[in-house]
């Protein structure tokens, strides 16, 4: 069996990112390290659920990085999908935490969604199935 057990996310900021995505949005810390030149190594993952699932917060500068995360933001486009048990609680948690929300919840196919500003250079969508 093949299962995900880390993706990354292209930052603008780790020290910043690893704020706003364990401060904020209530993941814990998995690995945390400097890994030399003052360049940290920086994984979170879901607060006490799937412990083999990691979120690499990865330097976003450098030829390949840049243009992607551009033409993602540009377009309007997350960098990743979180899902949540209750979206509006989430939404309504999450703005009075000042997070900047580019879509409100909304209802859309099978689920509803929203997408947030990160802080760091993305958008990142969160999602409830209906029913």
Known sequence: MIKVAM???YVDDVA??????TDVLGFETRM???????TLFVTVGAAGAQKDVQLLLEPGQGPIAEPYRAALRRAGLPCIVFSVDDLHAEFKRLSRLGVHF???PQKQG????????DTVGNWVQLTQMKG
């Open 7 to 9: 993706t990354s996310v």
């Open 16 to 21: 910043k990112a690893h704020a706003f995505y």
């Open 32 to 38: 945390h390290m400097n890994v030399g030149g003052g």
């Open 102 to 104: 580019a879509q409100k």
């Open 110 to 117: 099978p689920m509803y969604l929203a997408i947030l500003d």
